[in-house]
């Protein structure tokens, strides 16, 4: 990745946040330009839109699944159904209910909405650490993977992770992501197609001889994964590292020195950490809000004293959000690339919700993020839910706030963004610092609750029942007037095992789930998840 383009693109989106309203009025111009001549264009009489409240009365808010008919017949082949331009590649995701997504990339959609975000995210790490990102060798890129097995939709088209991209068939060669080029991070073949989590070994066991000093993460889970495989799998790292192998194939010289290194290191301290590694770490790139921003403080230690988060930027499958400009709280909207409504979190989002323009936002408030882009998204609800946090200019900072997931046994619809919220709040009350937490709604009884899994990083915290219960009472009206009337319990905190969250994302990632792919779940989709997570051992001295 080029340091000018980055640059570039990031005075281009800042110049943008003076003038949002008119910077988004714009876009919607060339979007409509491009794509009304399509089968959805006609069909919703795009022609005919010439602003943003004529898009809300032709186009109806919708969801990615309820796009999917449009979506089906450009895989089929069918032309010009959604965008002028043909999709090359479909991004996939998990969403919130599991069900995969197939989100439709177009060259255009790459040009001119996905790369200049891409490469305007970067720059606050590389003017502020310009010599380390430059140097191929110092960069561990664990989030893009371009050269891992991919799998393809039903008609044969490639249906791929955000970090499975290859810029190169774009065109785009000097995307190349940082660290992406570095000569020791390209797996042999033998490797190269090896499932998930013997290819998270194999990149952590090339790094582990280098001078690292900047991990680009993304994902808080696989940040915090990072010095777990490291504390359980050293003894296989030194030994391959001694003998010159690759997850024990011949692949380099062997380097006893390093191999004693390290295990000195995890026979003084007990464990191998980042830091012992790469004396030299200074930033980790990561997401660091919602639920992760309860869990990093705790997980940056791990990396260094002197290490910094660096924000990652607001992202969906569906279209990019906000862009980090700074290390303040949030970032701002990425107002050159999407078209953004918005619908206010404290209901759910409709095919008719009256919907809020960038400039109407109000700080400390939750929504709905509703986006148009180029690519043929047209007044697409993401299953993501933002929080405005300020404004940079004209334009708001949001930050992510959670998934658009509700749990309700009693009338009181319960969201995840509130149940964090309530948590950071009980845990501040009475001085608790966790892991990672999860909840719950008792599937059964006469008297449900709310139960949150937790795994502590120091002392157990017994108070946080009482605090938490109270805190999801100030928080959600619903859940005090259920508590009120005896419709729900007092909500419970069950201490599990200090690493039971993270042998859960090892057993994801060695069940064939890519590392990007694998996320903190506020709520659990399945009970056998959480029967494993309060069935593991609690250490005694907790």
Not at 195 to 206: F, I, M
Not at 289 to 316: I, K, M, N
Not at 367 to 378: D, E, I, P, Q, W
């Amino acid at each position: 990745m080029r340091a000018e383009r980055v640059l570039a693109e990031h005075r281009r989106f800042v110049a943008a946040l003076d003038h949002p309203d008119e910077v988004q009025r714009d876009l919607l111009r060339r979007i409509l330009e491009r794509n009304n001549d399509t089968a959805f264009g006609k069909e919703h009489g795009l022609t005919a839109v010439r602003g943003f409240d004529d898009l809300r009365r032709a186009v109806p808010i919708r969801t990615h699944q309820e796009l999917m008919p449009w979506i089906e017949r450009a895989m089929s082949g069918e032309q010009a159904v959604l965008t002028a331009d043909g999709p090359v590649v479909y991004f996939s995701s998990s969403g919130s209910t599991g069900r995969e997504k197939h989100i439709p990339i177009t060259r255009s959609y790459v040009r001119d909405t996905f790369l200049p975000f891409y490469h305007a995210s970067f720059a606050p790490l590389l003017q502020s650490l310009p010599q380390a990102l430059q140097d191929p060798g110092a960069v561990l890129n664990l989030w893009q993977d371009p050269t891992s097995p991919i799998s393809r939709t039903g008609h044969g088209q490639p249906h791929i992770g955000a970090s499975q991209v290859d810029y190169g068939k774009f065109g785009e060669d000097s995307a190349v992501g940082f660290g992406n080029d570095a000569e020791w991070s390209r797996l042999p073949a033998e490797q190269a197609t090896a499932d998930p989590w013997v290819r998270s070994y194999c990149k952590l066991r090339l790094a582990a001889e280098q001078d690292i000093r900047i991990v680009i993460g993304v994902n808080p889970a696989m940040v915090a994964g990072l010095p777990y495989m490291l504390r359980t799998l050293w003894p296989q790292l030194a030994a391959d590292i001694r003998a010159g192998t690759l997850d024990g194939r011949p692949h380099t010289r062997p380097d006893p020195d390093r191999a004693d290194e390290i295990e000195r290191y995890a026979q003084r301290f007990g464990t191998l950490l980042p830091y012992h590694l790469w004396p030299r770490l200074s930033a980790v790139f990561v997401w660091n809000s919602a639920l992760a921003s309860l869990y990093l403080p705790r997980v940056r230690e791990t990396y260094g004293p002197g290490v910094r988060l660096f924000g990652a930027p607001v992202a969906s499958c569906e279209g990019p959000a906000a862009v980090p400009v700074d290390q303040r709280p949030g970032a701002p909207l990425y107002v050159p690339g999407c078209v953004y409504e918005f619908v206010p979190a404290d209901g759910p989002v409709t095919a008719d919700s009256e919907t809020l323009a960038v400039t109407e936002l109000e700080p400390n408030q939750d929504y709905h993020l509703v986006l148009t882009h180029v690519g043929g998204l047209y007044r697409c609800a993401v299953t993501d839910v933002v929080r405005v946090v300020g404004h940079q200019s004209r334009t708001p900072r949001i930050e992510y706030a959670g998934r658009d997931v509700v749990r309700s046994a009693a009338g009181e619809r319960l969201s995840e963004t509130v149940a964090v919220r309530a948590l950071r709040a009980a845990c501040h009350d009475v001085g608790a610092e966790i892991q990672n937490a999860t909840f719950r709604l008792t599937p059964h009884g006469s008297t449900r609750r709310y139960q949150a899994a937790v795994a502590f990083a120091g002392p157990h915290a017994p108070a946080l029942d009482t605090a938490l219960d109270a805190r999801l009472a100030e928080q959600c009206p619903g859940y005090r007037e259920s508590r009120g009337s005896g419709r729900l319990g007092q909500a419970e905190v069950i201490e599990v095992h200090p690493d039971a969250f993270l042998r859960e994302w090892e057993r994801a990632v060695r069940a064939g789930q890519r590392p990007p792919r694998v996320k903190d779940r506020v709520f659990l989709p399945g009970e056998e998840a959480w029967e494993r997570l309060v069935t593991s051992a609690v250490p005694e001295a907790s």
